[in-house]
């Protein structure tokens, strides 16, 4: 996915920009940047962070950038932030969000402003590059920035920094958090509400959906008011969220200790102990030990020493082995033990089965899961969560698939309905309508269908038992409307 953050200040701000990039970097792996704006102009840095953490690639810029002003970024795709040179002066950007009409906007680019773009390995356009050349085709950057987030299919949550301030923007529909901290003679920008807090900031305003303002050391001033219609990701509470930080006013750990406790209402198993998948399904864990009365205990710990982050490397079967390389058994908590495991969700399947089986080896009677979310059964459209091409790589979509008689090569990331059926090789190919209204069958936790692909899950990963938490109390532990909440990977609704 990425972060972002950035800090205008009366004095030098490259400590506060340095660590407030840094907590940013559960939601990257890949690289990281800086760019300041000071005596000099602006300076910037970029470097891959895929073998060592920000701090570490980044300890040399710190000492030697100087300036008042700046922007940053954790990515997990594009090199940024980008400076660039147009009529509207030269400024520095970094982005946090998803291109899905990126081609025609290229075209687009093309045909109206007569442009180039520099390639990047594998030929591929940098999306921040693009989104720099929309917002130069108007008059003024707030219009620029308007404009752009308007014309990209997905979302895009903006950090641009002038040599007078900076611009802050929240996505249109606001799938992105962006919230602005303040201390004596600074404002800082973020997207955890939590990485400003050590520094001296105190929250003072969320964006909301669509807000532009812009930002001095002197204050704050809104250049487009926030829209009425929202849906921020769910999946940020649930998972990608760091548990310190908050959005739209709900804590990430509260939010988790709610999907346990109602989790556990709804169960009726009786373990010996219920363990969480470190470190997000901790708290659900917690949850549900607190509502059931059954002790929570850590039956395996991870090695942080070595590994202290989640995403790394990059390559999905080194992930893998990687995820069971740091946890480390707990012989006198597993032996002998019936465990009720909790994860924050099943996607692909692999790691959470090979824990299983780790566990068993171990010597656990019973593994019972449950995920702390519905099965996911649609690649996300709107933000970088995922490496995935395909939604067979979902082990729902999978299972579905199989049960169905479908063509399992046949649904890749972003399927536009009505568009032509790709090819079969294994099975019948079922229109688009017919599609939708079949996952929507196995989405209903009250349907027959999603019993039977549940049992098929918990067949395929060897668990003792499986159940996972549904959507409505899910959503219900977030505790805002509804309506406001993206659930689209898990039952295919904008």
Known sequence: ?????????????????????????????????????????????????????????????????????????????????????????????????????????????????????????????NSVE???ALINREDSITAGIKHAQDVIKGSMTILLLTSEGLYAARDRLGRTPLVIGKKKDAYCASFESFAYLNLGYKSFKELGPGEIVFITPDGVEVKNPPGNEM??????????????SSYEGVSVEQMRYACGEKMAKRDNVTP?????????????????????????????IKYTPTWPRS??????????????????PVDALIKNKKLLLIDDSIVRGTQLGET????????????????????????????????????????????????????????????????????????RVP???EQSKVLAEYADPDDPKYSAMVEDIRENLNFTSLSFNRLDDMCDAVGIDRCKLCTYCWNGRE
């Open 431 to 433: 229109d688009s309508g």
């Open 130 to 132: 693009l989104v720099a």
């Open 272 to 300: 010996d102990i219920v363990a969480g998948v470190p470190d997000s399904g901790t708290p659900h864990a917690i949850g549900y030990a607190n509502a059931s009365g059954i002790p929570f205990a850590r039956p395996f």
């Open 311 to 328: 995403f790394m490397p990059t390559n999905q079967s080194q992930r893998n082995l990687i995820a069971k390389m740091k946890l480390i």
């Open 1 to 125: 996915m990425g972060g972002i953050f950035g800090v205008v200040s009366k004095q030098e701000c490259v400590f506060d920009l340095f660590f407030g990039i840094d907590y940013h970097s559960h939601l990257g792996t890949r690289r990281g940047g800086m760019a300041v704006w000071g005596p000099n102009g602006f300076n910037r840095s970029i470097h891959n962070i895929e073998n060592s953490p920000f701090r570490t690639k980044f300890d040399r810029d710190f000492s030697e950038m100087k300036g008042n002003l700046g922007i940053g970024c954790i990515s997990d795709l594009e090199p940024q932030p980008l400076l660039v040179r147009s009529h509207l002066g030269t400024y520095a950007i970094t982005t946090v969000g998803k291109i899905n009409n990126k081609e025609e906007l290229i075209k687009s680019v093309f045909e109206r402003e007569n442009l180039h773009f520099l390639e990047m390995s594998g030929g591929t356009i």
């Open 231 to 244: 849906k921020i990701c769910t999946f940020l509470w649930v998972y990608y969220g760091y548990p310190t």
């Open 356 to 427: 299983t089986q780790f566990l068993y080896e171990s010597g656990a009677k019973e593994v019972h899961v449950r995920p702390a979310c519905p099965p996911i059964m649609y690649g996300c459209k709107y933000l970088n969560f995922s490496r995935s091409t395909s939604e067979m790589d979902l082990i729902a979509r999978r299972v579905i698939a199989k049960r169905e008689g479908w063509d399992n090569e046949g649904y890749s990331v972003g399927t536009i309905p009505g568009a032509a059926a790709p090819a079969c090789h294994c099975g």
